[in-house]
């Protein structure tokens, strides 16, 4: 184990072509009320708000955020078969108790949720990572950084063993703008989502001009829906496009034996998501 705490990465800056870099130590709860993400990135500082507890919000940093491992009670059963702790012994889970489990992204090998909120904001509004290692510094697309677990569980991010996230940087923020993060879950707080939804929707004369769709709490990894997106440009915004949109974003579902309610939850939660950013429309 290496402390890093040491490093110089708790600086939020403005970049000139409009972009936010973020530190990786700044915590979650500075970034939350960061005045440049409660202005211009409000579901970024919903997301936040809406995961774990206080405490932990004080301690945890955009990068271990973005860092954690999915979740799966099989996981941390060591008499359990778990593809992700030891490849190739089987998945428990998908013949088990799955209610919390995915249900898009999944594979044979492993149905396993990502749990950030965060990182469904961080989906929606665009983000690009900054590695560093031996090499230098790289930089990657927060869509292409959490792998599918696919046949290689096991393997669940794009960092080498050798780098470090030092960065995070947010695309451009857009304006004007309605967002909503909307998030269920089976108790009021510290909980981790069933199903979330982060919408924002970029409106002109109650016509859609842009629209950010992201799910969390029902696939492996944080979820862009980048087809309901498409539906939703150029139409009014009203209830018939939003629902269009829910099943658009839910058509490659697949529940599993104890779970099949998330389909029908994540698509309540999109619905209510793109009316509550509608609402919330300047
Ligand atoms: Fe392991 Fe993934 Fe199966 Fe859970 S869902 S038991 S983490 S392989």
Redesign the pocket.
Known sequence: VIDINALPLEDIERLGDDRLRIGALVTNADLARHPAVREDYPLLARAILAGASTQVRNMATTAGNIMQR?R????RDVA??????QPGS?????G?I?RM?AVLG?SE????VHPSDMCVALAAIGTTLTLHGPQGEREIDFADFHRL?GTT?HLEHMLGDDELIVAITLDPPLRPLGTAYLKLRDRASYEFALASAGAMLSLDDGMIGEARLALGGVATRPWRCHEAEALLVGRRADEAAFTQAADAALAEAQPLSHNAFKVVLARQAIVRALRDAREGHP
């Open positions: 999915t799966c009670p099989y996981f359990a078969a778990c593809n992700k702790r089987g998945c428990d889970a998908i088990g799955n489990h999944g090998a492993c149905v396993a677990p569980p």
